[in-house]
C-alpha cells in the first residue's frame, strides 16, 4: 500500500488527519482490505467506475476517507466530482472485531466492515429522487449479491450477511450548493472466521 494522507468528509463521524503507509497484517485490518478486494472484484462495482480490472477498481475505494482536497481544508465541486463514483470503508466503530475461543487453541474471529458507496447526482437529476434512489437500489442491490458470491471463495472477505443497509442518502440541500450532490448507500458486512 503506499502511503495515503485524507480527511474524514464533512458531516462524517469526526475531522482527523489520516497518514497511511503500512500494509495491512492482522485480522483487524486484513478484513478491510479483503473487504477492498471483493468490491473491486465485483462487475457491477467495475463497470460503474469504468474499471477493467482490479487494480484500477481499487482507485476508486479509499480506506477511511478522500485524499486531501488541494487547499486541505475544503473539496471544491469540481474536486469531488472527479472522484464519482467512489466507496469509503472502514471497520464498524462497535463491533468491527471480536475474538472468541471455541475450543482448546483454536479461535474464531468475525467483526463489521462498512462500505459507504458514494456517486455525484447529475444536475439534470437533482429533482428527480424517486429515480436517483432506484438506479442506486438497482446498484447496490447487485454489488451486494456479488460479495456474496464472492465470499464463498479464497481470497475474498468471509461475508456471511448483510445485516444493515443504512440509505439511500442525499446530500442536505444546504449543502449542496457549494460542492454538488451526492447520493450515497452504506452496507455493513457481517464477516467471520475461525483458525
Known amino acids: 500500500?503506499?502511503?495515503e494522507r485524507g480527511r474524514f468528509l464533512t458531516g462524517a463521524v469526526?475531522?482527523?488527519e489520516v497518514i497511511m503507509a503500512t500494509a495491512a497484517s492482522g485480522v483487524m485490518s486484513e478484513a478491510i482490505e479483503y473487504a477492498r478486494i471483493t468490491l473491486a472484484d465485483c462487475n457491477t462495482w467495475r463497470t460503474w467506475v469504468g474499471a477493467s480490472s482490479r487494480?484500477?477498481?481499487l482507485r476508486r475505494i479509499f480506506h477511511?476517507?478522500?485524499p486531501p482536497p488541494k487547499d486541505h481544508n475544503a473539496y471544491t465541486k469540481d474536486e469531488l466530482r472527479r472522484f464519482h463514483p467512489y466507496a469509503l470503508v472502514w471497520q464498524e466503530p462497535e463491533g468491527g472485531c471480536t475474538w472468541n475461543a471455541i475450543a482448546q487453541g483454536a479461535r474464531a474471529a468475525s467483526g463489521v466492515v462498512c462500505v459507504k458507496l458514494v456517486d455525484g447526482v447529475d444536475e439534470a437529476l437533482s429533482d428527480k429522487t424517486p429515480e436517483l434512489v432506484m438506479r442506486l437500489a438497482n446498484r447496490v442491490g447487485a454489488i451486494m449479491e456479488e460479495i456474496l458470491d464472492l465470499a464463498m471463495l479464497p481470497g475474498y472477505l468471509a461475508v456471511i450477511g448483510i445485516p444493515e443497509s443504512p440509505g439511500p442518502w442525499l446530500t442536505p440541500r444546504e449543502q449542496k450548493y457549494g460542492t454538488g450532490e451526492e447520493i450515497w448507500q452504506e452496507l455493513h458486512l457481517a464477516w467471520g472466521m475461525s483458525g
Open 14 to 16: 469526526r475531522i482527523v
Open 55 to 57: 487494480s484500477q477498481a
Open 64 to 66: 477511511l476517507e478522500l
Open 1 to 3: 500500500m503506499g502511503s
